[in-house]
């Protein structure tokens, strides 16, 4: 074999591998599948096809049962699981019962960072493949903002989770005072609690009451007088819940940390019934804003 030839081989065997490098280098599909994953390092979680697909699955390396909730059989309800989170509609209501999702340190972190989705690129979407699902727009001079049930600021580490997060689905009537108050920073705290926790699983959603106002172009989308929050960690194998009133909040978030019995014996709702029984028993019926680490919001 000639100079010239083993010259030319050479150099297109050093171009494949050059090739196969940078395929493989810094793939976007590797990156966020290790959202999911906390223990695996980015290399060893590869996606599956079907992971690849942008739409409505839910992927996660986690229990995907401890976002099952137990609703009341006479409660209107359809479950549509999205890519990052899991909706609990009530098309009588056109509001949902409850939006549940993990959060993961690595999920907040690619949410904080410089590459994370830009809020102001998403509007308000109706998903017409939920029935009872209102437009936007039907909350116009109601008096009422769009409130998220998952927020925005923990989606922001996925292009499809944020637009998904944006769906009608997952909003409700908040009153301005309290969805960018004590409840935003309620919201905060979780975002930043899920940093040193590592995962935690949140359920939100609206407390309903007979004497609910409704709002709309038909009156027929329901005010709720109250909304909760209830947060697990199961790494460190402890939860709270908060309550709050839709209205403006005079105290400190803080003051208004509760159980998730109490959640439960408000909404007739059944959280983490995937645990054992004692497990949960004993998780459910403690608060302590103390075991959690401190949350001081820009006032």
């Known amino acids: 074999m000639s100079r010239k030839t083993k010259k030319i081989l050479y150099l297109v065997g050093a171009l494949l591998l050059l090739l196969a490098g940078y395929k493989g280098f810094g793939s976007k599909n ?4 290790s959202a999911y994953n906390d223990e695996l390092p980015t290399e060893q979680t590869e996606q599956p096809q079907q992971d690849k697909q942008e739409g409505k699955e839910y992927q996660s390396t986690g229990d995907l049962s401890l976002l099952d909730v137990k609703l ?3 409660l209107e309800n359809q479950t549509v699981r999205y890519k990052a989170i899991t909706v609990y509609f009530n098309k009588n209501y056109r509001v949902p019962n409850c939006v549940a999702y993990e959060l ?5 972190s690619m949410a904080d960072s410089r590459e994370a989705e830009n809020r102001a690129n998403y509007k308000f979407e109706r998903d017409h493949d939920v029935k009872g699902c209102p437009d936007w727009w039907d909350y116009k001079e109601s008096g009422y903002t769009r409130g998220h049930m998952a927020p925005a600021m923990d989606m922001r580490w996925n292009k499809t989770a944020m637009e998904q997060c944006f769906l ?3 909003i409700c009537p908040q009153l301005d005072e309290m969805n960018d108050g004590e409840w935003r920073h309620v919201e905060e705290a979780v975002h930043k609690w899920s940093r040193t926790a590592g995962r935690l699983i949140i359920f939100t959603g609206p407390i309903f009451s007979d004497d609910m106002e409704f709002i709309g172009k038909h009156d027929d989308i329901a005010v709720p007088k109250s909304f909760f929050k209830v947060v697990y960690s199961p790494g460190q194998n402890r939860a709270i819940a908060f309550v709050m009133e839709n209205k403006a909040i005079p105290n400190s978030w803080t003051n208004y940390a509760t159980t998730i019995d ?4 408000l ?7 995937s645990l054992e029984d004692k497990v ?8 302590n804003i103390k075991d959690w680490p401190k949350y001081y919001p820009r006032r």
């Open 30 to 33: 590797s990156f966020y599948k």
């Open 72 to 74: 009341p059989v006479n």
């Open 104 to 108: 993961t340190s690595t999920m907040t």
């Open 168 to 170: 009608m689905t997952n």
């Open 262 to 265: 109490k959640v439960e014996q």
């Open 267 to 273: 909404t007739g709702y059944n959280f983490l019934s």
């Open 280 to 287: 949960e028993d004993v998780i459910e019926s403690k608060e």
